[in-house]
């Protein structure tokens, strides 16, 4: 009886999912882009690398996803044409943007 509840109660909440996402999208939604912040740190690494992202504006337009393309072709990562976790982690963006600086290096020493 327990088991026959949380069918009806599952089966319930994917019929309403459904209903208010559209069908078919109640488990597959868009990852939510990256923030420009972290847009515009990968723009600037990958322009180190040698692509041509376009210019370092924190939007991912058709520049930065051919670069991206390339980025991730050349590294052996799936190409998704965007600026993925796995396509960040390579590109160190976390690292690049959280390191502290020499300022605040010398400042905590003292």
């Known amino acids: 009886m327990r088991r026959l509840v949380i069918c009806m109660v599952v089966a319930s909440l994917a019929v ?3 209903g208010l996402v559209g069908p078919g999208l109640a488990m597959a939604q868009e990852p ?3 923030a420009p912040r972290f847009v515009r740190e ?3 690494t990958l322009r180190e690398l040698g692509y041509q992202p376009g210019p370092v504006d924190g939007v991912v ?3 930065m996803k051919d670069a991206l393309a390339k ?3 050349s590294e052996g990562i799936h190409v998704t044409r ?6 960040m982690a390579r590109l160190d963006i976390h690292e690049r943007l959280f390191r502290p600086t020499r300022a605040a290096r ?4 003292g």
């Open 61 to 63: 337009g058709p520049k």
């Open 71 to 73: 980025y991730q072709r």
């Open 16 to 18: 309403l999912l459904e």
């Open 32 to 34: 939510a882009p990256p």
């Open 82 to 87: 965007r600026l993925d976790s796995e396509t």
């Open 106 to 109: 010398g400042q905590s020493r």
């Open 42 to 44: 990968a723009q600037r």
